[in-house]
């Protein structure tokens, strides 16, 4: 039996399209091992959205290499759209796959071994061609109903790597939820690069999650990540739906107006926190996280606090933030006044402890309270999962089992990790 290993980078659509494909490679014979273990065949989902998310990818395929300079390496993504010439370039690098042919790097693996040597533009260019992800490396299931993004913020290089929106049909994307849930699916997580703009024949994204919705089965849904100018009030009523779960990834990206008008967002602040307000006049202790871009050009150190200002006044749930990194060919590039780096690590550092504590405010509140997890690790007695509020949570029971939902009290918070929720099973 041949073993592969997978690394993923970068967004849920990363990890959704990697489930998928490993579970192809499980489904046909391969042995799924760990990345930092030999392997026959390894393969590489890399991210270019920063300068960091680059340095990461080649460290992998470095280590890759040190394991077994014999296998077959595989690197893909978007820094294999956006480094195609100079991974192409590297000896121990067999198949740079961009992302249009990602569906296809099975085939691609399974014609070498016999002995076919395609290049990869040759092969299928499906994006939605993927199949079943029930083997791959999440107890949720994603399902993806979109790619490309039509937006061109202008510090953004992935229009220039996944390309121009484009939707799933419908009746296949009902199609997969029904399958994943048979499957066993309990939580379904709605993935693409800008899933509010879904658009298919006269379908938008609010028919999509309605549809959903409507389907049978013993499952929540989860959105993953969505930008603020992508729903309307239709999916706002959707939100009270007993299916829903009460978390949305809201991506800001700056809280200064100023800001973001160069960085050419479809929204303002005073647009962004009526969204928020109405969200959580539905359900107040409703999760909203936040994406936040540190340094880009010319901000101020007024805009900077701003930003810390609305963090403080939105109670974000949780904050991913990174300090901006020049993506060439996009129009931030050429813009003058770059931030100096010294000034984004500190103000990196005051970002983040105000992250944290707003996090931790937030979590507070959940004491005392009930949360339905559902469950990716246990020995049996002792669980670890994520609550519907997509916080994650460790709780004592009885005969717990993985993918299963269980009412949990929550008793306490370890604030030395994360911080995680502490609770006992509700009987």
Known sequence: MKKVAFKTLGCRLNQYETDAIASHFQNN??????????????????????????????????????????SVLVVTGCMANNAKTELEGRDEINYVVENDQKSSVYSLVEAHYNGEIFHPSKMNSDLFAYGSTDKGFHTRSMVKIQDGCDNFCTFCIIPSVRGRAVSRPIQDILNNVKSVVANGAKEVVLTGVNIGRYEYEH??????????????????????????????DK??????????????????????????????????????????????????????????IIGFPNESDQDFESTCNIIKELQFGHVH?????????????????????????????????VAEDVKLQYRNQFIGKEQIVLVEKT???????????????EFKGYELKKNHFYKVKITDINKDIDPVLIGEQVK
């Open 203 to 232: 379908y938008r994204f609010d028919d999509i999650v309605e549809q959903i919705l409507d389907l049978n089965g013993d499952f929540r849904l989860r959105i993953s990540s969505i930008e603020p100018d992508g729903f309307g």
């Open 29 to 70: 014979g391969f042995k799924l091992v760990p990345f930092d273990k030999e392997a026959d065949v390894y393969v590489i989902n890399s991210c270019t959205v920063t300068h960091q998310s680059d340095h990461k990818s080649r460290n992998f395929i470095n280590q890759a290499n040190r394991k077994n300079p014999d």
């Open 379 to 393: 020995d049996g007695e002792n669980a670890k999962g994520y609550g519907e509020h997509y916080l994650p949570v």
């Open 321 to 353: 933030a990174f300090k901006y990194s020049i993506r060439k060919g996009t129009r931030a590039e050429r813009m003058t006044a770059q931030v100096d780096e010294r000034i984004k690590t500190l103000r990196s550092e005051t970002l983040r402890k």
């Open 235 to 292: 999916f706002l009523g959707l939100l009270n739906h007993p299916k829903m779960t009460p978390h949305l990834h809201l991506c800001l990206q700056s809280g200064s107006d100023s800001i973001l008008l160069q960085m050419r967002r479809m929204y303002n602040i005073k647009r962004f926190k009526e969204i928020v307000n109405k969200v959580r006049s539905i359900r107040p202790d409703f999760n909203i996280t936040t994406d936040i």
